[in-house]
Nanobody, 121 residues
Framework: VQLVETGGQLVQTGDSLRLTCASS????????MAWFRQAPGNDREFVAS????????DYADSVKGRFTISRDNAREMVFLQMNSLKPEDTALYYCAASLSEEVTVTNVNYWGQGTQVTVSS
């Protein structure tokens, strides 16, 4: 199973960006999908997740109201729409898949390689 993230780039404060994660194998069924991020010197932190049905979404307090996670199960893709970006959003963003509805860094089954988001001030 391979998760491939795309969409990261250098943007300015206040800009918007959409990250995409695609699966290389038909395994989406039953998995919650999530985004995590890791800035240099920091631990990997939870950003957002969406359950298999899409009925449950969770967000970190730091991104609530600015970021939106969505998923397209037919195409086996998950997205992270990021609005009103701030310099503190700068990090390597990882796509993740988990069999748990409440996704944490310790219950992720599969990780992507990450895509870099840099927000300049």
């Amino acid at each position: 199973v391979q998760l491939v993230e795309t969409g990261g780039q250098l943007v300015q404060t206040g800009d918007s960006l959409r990250l995409t994660c695609a699966s290389s194998y038909h395994f989406f069924s039953g998995y919650s999908m999530a985004w995590f991020r890791q800035a240099p010197g920091n631990d990997r932190e939870f950003v957002a997740s969406a359950s298999w049905s899409g009925g449950r979404t969770d967000y970190a307090d730091s991104v609530k109201g600015r970021f939106t996670i969505s998923r397209d199960n037919a195409r086996e893709m998950v997205f992270l729409q990021m609005n009103s970006l701030k310099p503190e959003d700068t990090a390597l963003y990882y796509c993740a898949a988990s069999l748990s509805e409440e996704v944490t860094v310790t219950n992720v089954n599969y990780w992507g390689q990450g895509t870099q988001v840099t927000v300049s001030s």
